[in-house]
């Protein structure tokens, strides 16, 4: 297995350009988590998913949609991108019965 | 990356020391908790978990003390080890349909040799 994995793991946009961050999980997890990380912020969950073609706000989902229109994937967009959006982005994903949350490794954005 | 660990409080042991990293958790209604390790570049990895109904509970070389009076969670690691050394997060559950973790702004660990 190869867990959790994310596409890309290094991009830089310029202000106002879009894009889309790719999770995918192989353990046939239900549920899926997009967070960012910030220096000194510890980890922010942006928007949630508890299971295939579902979506739900998190704690900071202001600048990002999400899709999960099949169960192993679970896509972050940033449709107009901005400077405060630079951080690094991860992924997580869990069973239903089981609480602790698999991550993936990580994709750092930069936007200038 | 090296970047996390800045303004983050700071542990500094030495190889072969015990540690106790702390928490202090947010919501008293909260029944799971759970601590991850987060090493520079990567991605936070599960060390240990404990629900409210326990005050106590020890894996392989590490506890976790769960004080629901004061709110205060702590990870104690024995014999602390060079690769010991990371950011070591807790998290509790703060919706009671378990959906979601609430992540705590971490502790980076410095072992020496």
């Known amino acids: 297995n190869a867990g959790v994995t994310q596409t890309p793991k290094f991009r830089v946009l310029k202000t106002g350009q879009s894009m889309t961050l790719l999770c995918a999980q192989d353990?046939?997890?239900?549920?899926m988590y997009w967070y960012r990380q910030d220096p000194g912020m510890g980890l922010r969950l942006i928007h949630y998913?508890?299971?295939?073609?579902?979506?739900a706000k998190g704690e900071v989902p202001d600048g990002y949609n999400v899709s999960r229109l099949k169960k192993q994937n679970f896509l972050l967009g940033l449709e107009s991108a901005a400077p405060s959006q630079t951080s690094v982005y991860f992924c997580?994903?869990?069973?239903?019965?089981?609480?602790?949350?698999?991550f993936g490794p990580g994709t750092r954005l930069t936007v200038t | 990356g090296e970047s996390v660990g800045l303004h983050l409080p700071t542990l500094s042991v030495q190889e072969g020391d015990n540690s106790i990293i702390n928490c202090a958790y947010s919501?008293?209604?909260?029944?799971?908790f759970i601590w991850y390790k987060q090493e520079s570049g990567k991605g936070p990895q599960f060390i240990i978990d404990i629900r409210s109904n326990m005050d106590k509970r020890q894996g392989q070389r590490v506890t976790v003390l769960l004080n629901k009076t004061v709110k205060h969670l702590s990870l104690q690691i024995a014999a602390t080890q060079p690769g010991d050394s990371a950011v070591y997060f807790c998290?509790?559950?703060?919706?009671?349909?378990?959906?979601?973790?609430?992540f705590g702004k971490g502790t980076m660990l410095l072992v020496s040799p």
């Open positions: 919501n008293s209604a909260s029944d799971y």
């Open positions: 353990m046939n997890h239900e549920y």
């Open positions: 997580a994903s869990r069973t239903g019965g089981n609480h602790e949350q698999y």
């Open positions: 998913s508890v299971g295939e073609g579902t979506t």
């Open positions: 998290a509790e559950n703060t919706d009671s349909g378990y959906s979601t973790l609430t």
